[in-house]
């Protein structure tokens, strides 16, 4: 019984650890960005895409390799459903490229701001003076008494 609890015990922390959240959260995130995209491309990008070559609908291309009979499906290959998928991975890797160029360049942007901020405080802060050793402050005050008699 010692062994399971301390295997939950286990497993507990390795799933709240902060790189397992982080991956649920991307993977909830992206399959509902990927649902966005997908309706852009379905419903909005691919008609007009239609329309300019011809009112063509990519999903309904294909080749048909044996016709549909009474006791058989047809048999044909989609490639339609390629296209259109290619046209779907296009444009995510293209959204996921923009967003990545854009994060990228806010933090060249805060990094650079921050490296001139802490440029500018180590200017304004005077360098500190000097530390002289106690035995040569020691020694310097016996001179200066020296010289005095």
Request: charged share 25%; hydrophobic share 55%; glycine share 6%.
């Amino acid at each position: 019984m010692a062994g399971k609890s301390k295997m939950l015990g286990e497993f507990k922390t390795f799933i709240t650890r902060g790189n397992v959240m982080d991956l649920a959260v991307g993977l909830i995130i992206g399959s509902a960005f990927t649902a966005i995209v997908n309706s852009l491309v379905k419903d909005v990008l691919m008609p007009f895409i239609g329309l300019i070559l011809g009112g063509i609908s990519f999903v309904d291309l294909k080749i048909v390799i044996a016709e549909a009979t009474a006791e058989t499906a047809e048999v044909a290959i989609m490639y339609g459903n390629f296209i259109q998928k290619v046209v779907d991975f296009l444009i995510i890797a293209f959204v996921v490229f923009m967003l990545v160029r854009t994060i990228n360049r806010m933090r060249e942007h805060l990094d650079a701001k921050k490296k001139a901020e802490e440029k500018a405080k180590a200017a304004a802060t005077p360098a500190p003076a000097p530390v002289i050793p106690a035995d040569v402050v020691l020694l310097t005050e016996i001179r200066d008494l020296l010289k005095k008699k």
